[in-house]
Nanobody, 125 residues
Framework: QVQLVESGGGLVQAGGSLRLSCAAS????????MAWFRQAPGKEREFVSG????????FYTDSVKGRFTISRDIAKNTVDLQMNSLKPEDTAVYYC??????????????????WGQGTQVTVSS
C-alpha cells in the first residue's frame, strides 16, 4: 500500500496559479497509476486528472484541459498538479489518489486504493 500526502493548496484570485504536490511513500509507487480528484461542498468527488505509472499517458476532465498539467517524478515519489488560469468553480478540496495499475484514465473513485487527506484550494472572484 502507498501512503499519500498532499500539499500546495491555498487561496488565489481568479486567473492565478497554484501547484499541488503529492508525496508518496512505499516502494511500489512506480507501479501505481496516480490521479487527482476534487470535491466541492455538496458535490460528489470528481476526477480531475490522471497519469499512468510510466508518466507516458495523461488524462484530464474537460473542464481543466489546457489549464491543468499533471506530472510525476518516479525518483522522488511525487505527483504534481500545476493549475493555471484558475476559476472560482475550481474551488474544492483536492485529493491525490493511486491504484496498483498502469492505466490512469479511470474516473471512478472506488477504483483507487490509496488516498491522501486532501488539500483545500479556494479561488476568489
Amino acid at each position: 500500500q502507498v501512503q499519500l500526502v498532499e500539499s500546495g493548496g491555498g487561496l488565489v484570485q481568479a486567473g492565478g496559479s497554484l501547484r499541488l504536490s503529492c508525496a508518496a511513500s512505499g516502494r511500489t509507487f512506480s507501479t501505481y497509476a496516480m490521479a487527482w480528484f476534487r470535491q466541492a461542498p455538496g458535490k460528489e468527488r470528481e476526477f480531475v486528472s490522471g497519469i499512468s505509472w510510466s508518466g507516458g499517458s495523461t488524462f484530464y476532465t474537460d473542464s481543466v484541459k489546457g489549464r491543468f498539467t499533471i506530472s510525476r517524478d518516479i525518483a522522488k515519489n511525487t505527483v504534481d498538479l500545476q493549475m493555471n488560469s484558475l476559476k472560482p468553480e475550481d474551488t474544492a478540496v483536492y485529493y491525490c489518489a493511486g491504484r496498483p495499475a498502469a492505466y490512469a484514465g479511470t474516473s471512478l473513485p472506488e477504483a483507487y486504493t490509496s488516498w491522501g487527506q486532501g488539500t483545500q484550494v479556494t479561488v476568489s472572484s
